[in-house]
C-alpha cells in the first residue's frame, strides 16, 4: 500500500509561519489529488487545500491568500506554507492522497491514504 508521513508541525507565535511536508512511499503507480485537511478539538476534521495531479489548487476561504499548497512529484511530496498564522489555526494537520499502486505482480489498485497526523499550535 502507500504510507504518508507528515512533518514540519509545532508551536509558533501569531503572525509567525510554518512549512509542513508530506512524503507518500510504497509501491506508487501515480498520485492523483493530494491535500492537506486539520482538526480542531472539539471539532470535524475539514479541508484545508488540495492540488490535483495538473497542478490545480483549491482553498479553505479561511486560509486563502496565507497558505500555498505545493507538490514535487518526483519526490512524491506535497507541502503547505502557513504565513500569517492565528490562534484559530491551531489544530493536528493531516495530509491526504489518492492514487495507485501495485502489487508484487504488477496488478494495480486504487489508494486512499492518511498520514498519521502532525500538531500545529499558535499562540496568541
Known amino acids: 500500500q502507500v504510507q504518508l508521513v507528515e512533518s514540519g508541525g509545532g508551536l509558533v507565535q501569531a503572525g509567525g509561519s510554518l512549512r509542513l511536508s508530506c512524503a507518500a512511499s510504497?509501491?506508487?503507480?501515480?498520485?492523483?489529488?493530494m491535500g492537506w485537511y486539520r482538526q480542531a478539538p472539539g471539532k470535524q476534521r475539514e479541508l484545508v487545500a488540495i492540488?490535483?495531479?495538473?497542478?490545480?489548487?483549491n482553498y479553505a476561504d479561511s486560509v486563502k491568500g496565507r497558505f500555498t499548497i505545493s507538490r514535487d512529484n518526483a519526490k512524491n511530496t506535497v507541502y503547505l506554507q502557513m504565513n500569517n498564522l492565528k490562534p484559530e489555526d491551531t489544530a493536528v494537520y493531516y495530509c491526504?492522497?489518492?492514487?495507485?499502486?501495485?502489487?508484487?505482480?504488477?496488478?494495480?489498485?486504487?489508494?486512499?491514504?492518511w498520514g498519521q497526523g502532525t500538531q500545529v499550535t499558535v499562540s496568541s
Open positions: 510504497g509501491s506508487i503507480v501515480d498520485i492523483n489529488t
Open positions: 492540488v490535483t495531479s495538473g497542478d490545480n489548487t
Open positions: 491526504n492522497a489518492d492514487g495507485k499502486y501495485h502489487d508484487y505482480y504488477g496488478a494495480r489498485f486504487p489508494f486512499d491514504s
